[in-house]
């Protein structure tokens, strides 16, 4: 019912800053929240932000706060990731997520997903 399309992901050094975008097609009316997760090799999928769609209420992972901003556009129906002062340790796959159910940093609420977005950071 929702079909998401991340875009922006790249290769940035140490220290720079992306913007990633995720639109949202479909039954965009009755999402309540997206999210960021990511995902490093061996790693499992960790949180990264959300944003409630309403009110625009928004939440992060430790790891990111001061450093990355999660926004939204209603109108275009899109949500963006700014990463600022991107770390080596950024390094992952971005995915963005869609919920009908609550705002949360849990992504086993999340019903659907993007493909996907590789960020890499050099030192």
């Known amino acids: 019912q929702v079909q998401l399309v991340e875009s922006g992901g790249g290769l940035v050094q140490a220290g720079g800053s992306l913007r990633l975008s995720c639109a949202a097609s479909?039954?965009?009316?009755?999402?309540?929240?997206m999210g960021w997760f990511r995902q490093a090799p061996g790693k499992e999928r960790e949180a990264v932000a959300a944003?409630?769609?309403?009110?625009?209420?928004?939440y992060y992972a430790d790891s990111v706060k001061g450093r990355f901003t999660v926004s939204r556009d209603n109108a275009k129906n899109t949500v963006y990731l700014q990463m600022n002062s991107l770390k080596p340790e950024d390094t992952a796959v971005y995915y963005c997520?869609?919920?009908?159910?609550?705002?949360?940093?849990?992504?086993?609420?999340?019903?659907?997903w993007g493909q996907g977005t590789q960020v890499t950071v050099s030192s």
């Open positions: 479909g039954r965009t009316f009755s999402i309540y929240a």
């Open positions: 997520a869609a919920t009908f159910a609550i705002a949360t940093l849990d992504l086993s609420r999340y019903d659907y």
């Open positions: 944003i409630k769609w309403s009110g625009g209420n928004t």
